[in-house]
């Protein structure tokens, strides 16, 4: 089954120690996506990219930084991760219609504890 | 003002009856509409889009009111399995990046 798929799907980093997460996607969709889940908040686009143009968000902080080396894959850096960082990290993926936002389909996430 | 905004709950609702709640938003220029359902600690699934002129699959039904920017779901029969988080998500400016409400969290009880 084509998926969104995020390794590993939980990751425990020290203070400061620099962490990259992973996703990958067999859906061969042009769009990827980075959000940050704390509990019982909504999730918060950090960046995308559409096709290797990367859009970051205005208030993601610089301590994140993303590569995606080809269509299936896409990283999401922290550089230094801080006790406030610990959240559900989400990758997703879209097809872009030209049109209006079209569903986005989520990976499992990676639960990301910082000691 | 937040972008999207939802009545967390949670809202306990007896197995078997009708649940609604809304959500606004805050962007006149959305274009896109979309529920989402997220179980505790999994990801966000698509659960319907919302069409202008409002939508039902199965026991759910979505509304959309451009006029007053707000959207709603209406869960019929609930059933136990509908116990979920349910995130009202719009379009930002009419493109793809999508904005999430904190979700409205629904517990059935039998």
């Known amino acids: 089954d084509a998926m969104v798929i995020q390794n590993p799907r939980y990751q425990v980093t020290q203070f400061g120690k620099p962490v990259t997460l992973s996703c990958s996607q067999t859906l061969n969709h042009n769009v990827m996506y980075w959000y940050q889940q704390k509990s019982s908040q909504a999730p918060k686009l950090l960046f995308h990219y559409y096709d290797k143009d990367f859009n970051n968000e205005a208030d993601t902080p610089d301590n994140f930084q993303s590569r995606r080396p080809n269509t299936s894959f896409c990283f999401l850096d922290i550089r230094s991760p801080g006790l406030g960082d610990a959240a559900m990290y989400l990758c997703?993926?879209?097809?872009?219609?030209?049109?209006?936002?079209?569903?986005?389909?989520f990976g499992p996430g990676t639960r990301l504890t910082v000691t | 003002r937040k972008e999207v905004e939802q009545d967390p709950g949670p809202f306990n609702v007896p197995e078997g009856a009708t649940v609604a709640f809304n959500c606004t938003y805050s962007n006149s220029a959305s274009q896109s509409f979309f529920w989402y359902r997220q179980d505790c600690r999994k990801e966000p699934k698509l659960l319907m889009s919302?069409?202008?002129s409002g939508n039902e699959d199965g026991r759910f039904t979505a509304q959309l009111n451009r006029a007053s920017q707000y959207i709603s779901l209406l869960i019929r029969d609930s059933k136990l399995s509908d116990s979920a988080t349910y995130l009202c998500v719009v379009n930002r400016n009419g493109n793809n990046r999508l904005a999430f409400g904190k979700g409205n969290q629904v517990v059935v009880i039998p």
């Open positions: 997703a993926t879209s097809r872009d219609s030209g049109r209006a936002a079209e569903e986005q389909y």
């Open positions: 919302v069409y202008s």
